[in-house]
């Protein structure tokens, strides 16, 4: 059987991130995917399409769904973009969205779960749910493109980022954004 990976888009900057992870990992797994009402606001403001993805689709209201369960086995979960409010949620443990309790069962049951934050600056209270979702076992990562493959393009600077979410979940890709030392 095929990988399953849970995937949430929340109210960040940024939805592009979040539409080219789905995107990627949709070519090898099964995406499980919520899209977060204000998520959607923002797609609109940043002209990110989020309609046709290969996904199995959720509410974030529907916290019944089959997702929001320990017992509903994957291989991941990643939140891209991740908001702070998002955050705050995971790290405190309220689950009052089925992005926030799926993310709380992720890690309840140690899979991996990923965040791919996006604020600044950042205030002492985003650093210490970082540091409390981290203490859990999130990874948290920061859409902080690199810069050394010279991209030329809003795709290419994103998909530096892509890349390196799909690794941590050990998703296959072949997006040309590795580092090969000062030689290559
Ligand atoms: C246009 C717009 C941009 C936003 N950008 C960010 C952002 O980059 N980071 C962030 O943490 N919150 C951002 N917010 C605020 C969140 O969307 C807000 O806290 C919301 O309640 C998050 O809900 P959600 O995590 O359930 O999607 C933004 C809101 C709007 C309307």
Redesign the pocket.
């Given at each position: 059987m095929g990988k399953v990976v849970v995937v949430g888009i929340?109210?960040?900057?940024?939805i592009i991130y979040g539409r080219r992870i789905a995107e990627e990992i949709g070519k090898s797994a099964e995406v499980r995917l919520i899209i977060?009402?204000?998520?959607r606001?923002?797609a609109r403001?940043e002209a990110v399409d989020l309609d046709g993805l290969r996904a199995i689709p959720y509410r974030?209201e529907d916290l019944g769904a089959i997702i929001s369960s320990g017992s509903f086995r994957h291989d991941g979960m990643v939140i891209a973009?991740?908001?702070?409010?998002?955050?705050a949620?995971i790290a405190h443990g309220y689950a009052e969205?089925l992005?926030t309790r799926a993310a709380d069962v992720t890690l309840k049951e140690r899979r991996r779960c990923i965040l791919l934050?996006?604020?600044m600056p950042l205030s002492r209270i985003h650093l210490q749910n970082m540091l409390a979702a981290h203490d859990a076992g999130a990874t948290v990562m920061v859409a902080s493109p690199a810069f050394y493959h010279r991209p030329r393009t809003i795709e290419q600077l994103v998909d530096m980022v892509v890349a390196r979410v799909l690794d941590h979940l050990e998703i296959p890709h072949d997006l040309p954004v590795r580092w090969g030392g000062y030689d290559a």
């Open positions: 929340t109210g960040a900057s940024g977060s009402k204000t998520a606001e923002i403001h974030n973009p991740c908001s702070m409010k998002t955050l949620g969205t992005v934050l996006r604020e």
